[in-house]
């Protein structure tokens, strides 16, 4: 198949997930972001935060599950599929705790390439922690200009969602693809 492979990308807290619940009750298919469940699996084996006691093994496995949701896209038979964050994200997040990282991220970055990227800015008013996110909103805000500076490193053209309603966001995105 020939999916088109459309990322919403942003800092943590930016509504992402929102979007993409939005998405999928107008019957798109979407892949939800997959850190969350790395850090309750790790969290089951005694390890609070993962990314922030072993970056390099939580990195890994996001990239896994990333080129594992990446390769499955090909599987469907729709030609567009929607991902909470892209393979670029991971490297977003280790750049931005200064942490080294295998030459096979960037290579895996290279190699799988998506169609169009949406990005969504740090918005105050929406921001809130949880049990999962232990960033706050100046982190996000950092956060932010790693994941646009590792995505423009990577050749991607970013589309800034406006901070609006996530139904109006939602067919911001859709009318950009002309769905």
Request: glycine letters at 4%.
């Amino acid at each position: 198949m020939n999916t088109q492979r459309i990322v919403i990308t942003g800092g943590p807290g930016t509504g992402k997930s929102s979007i993409i619940n939005e998405l999928l009750s107008r019957d798109f298919i979407c892949f939800e972001e997959v850190s969350r469940q790395v850090t309750l699996d790790a969290r089951k084996e005694g390890v609070e935060q993962l990314f922030l006691t072993k970056p390099l093994l939580f990195s890994e496995l996001l990239l896994k599950a990333r080129t594992q949701q990446f390769k499955e896209a090909d599987t469907i038979a729709e030609t567009i599929v929607f991902l909470d964050r892209g393979l670029p994200d991971v490297l977003a997040y280790m750049d931005y705790v200064k942490s080294d990282y295998p030459k096979h991220f960037t290579d895996s970055c290279e190699t799988h390439v998506y169609h169009k990227v949406f990005v969504l800015a740090p918005w105050q008013e929406i921001f809130v922690s949880d049990s999962e996110r232990y960033e706050n909103f100046d982190q996000a805000v950092e956060i932010h200009h790693s994941l646009l500076e590792t995505y423009k490193r990577f050749g991607y053209e970013l589309i800034d969602v406006p901070f609006e309603s996530i139904a109006n966001r939602t067919d911001f995105i859709l009318d950009h693809l002309n769905l």
